[in-house]
């Protein structure tokens, strides 16, 4: 079946380490998308990609970087310079102008 | 830029009745997209209804229907004959029309509860 897939479900991650979070896809499309859902925030934008090996900052994307190295990858990393990162972590993903954004299961991540 | 604002941080409906939950928004463009989008406790974020910003007819999903109001920058969910299974968190976003791959924008959330 088509969709998406983010693991792992739960991460648990030391101060001052870096972590990252996968997100693939097979529905062939081109844009991909990060958002952190914090109790209360809704969901805000981290970083997107409209093609391979193009991305662009969103609006929290101080603490993290990403990667597209392939249409179907668009991995997440939370480095140590992301001073609050536990949160829930949703990937999404969408192609053209007319269509929905399919989103992932979502990684919860927690600092330990 | 774009913004979205749901007054509404928690609402509650008792089963088999109807609920609104209110969302504004602000731009400057003249054409764009409105989705509503809700999250059970599983957390999969699902599409609920979708409304096209030049289509005056309101959007209509089975029990789910919206009333866009263009002008006042509001689109709200109404919810008929609620049911148990409608309580989640639901979020209104927004993306513009002008561009092909332009990410959600998304308001806090409501969160509904439905008593039975």
């Known amino acids: 079946d088509g969709g998406i897939t983010q693991s792992p479900k739960y991460l648990f991650r030391k101060e001052g380490q870096n972590v990252t979070l996968s997100c693939e896809q097979n529905?062939?499309?081109?844009?991909m998308y990060w958002y952190r859902q914090d109790p209360g925030q809704g969901l805000r934008l981290i970083y997107y990609?409209?093609?391979?090996?193009?991305?662009q900052k969103g609006d929290i994307a101080e603490g993290y970087s990403v990667s597209r190295e392939k249409k179907e990858s668009f991995p997440l990393t939370v480095t140590s310079a992301q001073k609050n990162p536990t949160a829930f972590y949703l990937c999404?993903?969408?192609?053209?102008?007319?269509?929905?954004?399919?989103f992932g299961q979502g990684t919860r991540l927690t600092v330990v | 830029a774009q913004t979205v604002t749901q007054s509404q941080p928690e609402m509650s409906v008792q089963e088999a009745e109807t609920v609104t939950l209110s969302c504004t928004y602000d731009?400057?463009?003249?054409?764009?997209?409105l989705f509503w989008y809700k999250q059970p406790p599983s957390r999969q974020m699902i599409l609920v209804i979708r409304q096209e910003a030049y289509k005056q007819q309101n959007a209509t999903e089975n029990r789910f229907s919206v009333n866009f109001q263009k002008a006042a920058k509001s689109f709200s969910l109404k919810i008929s004959d609620s049911q148990l299974g409608d309580a989640a968190m639901y979020f209104c976003a927004y993306r513009t029309m002008n561009s092909g791959n332009t990410p959600l924008v998304f308001g806090k959330g409501t969160r509904l509860s439905v008593i039975a």
């Open positions: 990609s409209q093609i391979v090996n193009d991305f």
């Open positions: 731009t400057s463009e003249s054409d764009y997209y």
């Open positions: 999404a993903s969408r192609q053209g102008l007319n269509t929905e954004a399919f």
């Open positions: 529905l062939n499309h081109d844009a």
